[in-house]
């Protein structure tokens, strides 16, 4: 192990349903820092050791992914704990982030927690069954994060599909509405021709009548190719969207 981090041999991280959890602990105190270490190696959680607020915001920066949750000391020269973690909050708005104090700081963690970069402060000494029970909450906490974020995400890309399926379907209703209004001035167009041909009329009613309803017979047939020519292009059309 360096001297400026220690981290966890492998092991298998501490999994809640689909969740794996790793845990970042910031104290200038090695000694502080080990004893926490080896406290969640116990307990099978994965942690990593930054020894100051700015070496854990480069362990943040480089993480394969988000830390479930930090732990911060206070008091650290440089960058105070409540300092870090309201930058931390800027690197990793979802992990859920501790501040170790002691009594004489409980002011600033106040105000930290009212500013929002704080989630929650221990005091020190911290007893290990509360700090576990602690933890595991935390955990469950920002699974739930990820989850919610994730249903948001779910929920936007389908209210997309649904806006573009609307739109497909305004497109085909204004297609077939200039069809349907085509169709009618086709209608009234023979109506007065017929109306032309009737008041002129050399041949019998009856052969009026057969071309009459041939006609009508005709629009019907060229109508239902249109629908389907129309549904034909719809499938068409979503299945280059699959694609």
Not at 36 to 50: H, K, P
Not at 216 to 239: L, R
Request: glycine share 2%.
């Amino acid at each position: 192990m360096s001297k400026k981090s220690i981290k966890a041999k492998t092991m298998d991280k501490i999994t809640t349903g689909k969740f794996s959890h790793t845990v970042l602990i910031v104290d200038d105190e090695k000694k502080i820092g080990k004893s926490i270490g080896r406290l969640l190696t116990l307990n099978d959680i994965s942690f990593v050791y930054a020894e100051s607020g700015h070496k854990a915001m480069d362990e943040m920066r480089s993480a394969e992914k988000p830390f479930s949750v930090i732990l911060s000391d206070q008091q650290m020269p440089e960058m105070s704990g409540a300092e870090f973690l309201e930058q931390a909050k800027k690197i990793h708005p979802d992990t859920i982030r501790f501040l170790l104090t002691a009594y004489s700081d409980i002011d600033t963690v106040t105000a930290s927690i009212n500013k929002g970069s704080v989630h929650r402060y221990l005091l020190k000494p911290w007893d290990d069954d509360i700090l576990m029970e602690t933890l595991n909450s935390a955990f469950l906490q920002y699974e739930k994060i990820i989850e919610n974020e994730r249903l948001l995400v779910t929920a936007k890309t389908q209210h997309k599909k649904l806006l573009q399926m609307e739109q497909a379907l305004m497109e085909i209703t204004s297609r077939q509405y200039r069809e349907i209004r085509k169709r009618d001035r086709e209608i009234e167009h023979i109506q007065a021709q017929l109306k032309d041909d009737l008041s002129n009329a050399s041949c019998h009613p009856d052969q009026l009548i057969d071309e009459l309803n041939s006609f009508i017979d005709n629009s019907i047939n060229k109508e239902m190719v249109n629908k389907e020519k129309v549904v034909k292009e719809k499938k068409t059309e979503d299945e280059k969207k699959k694609k």
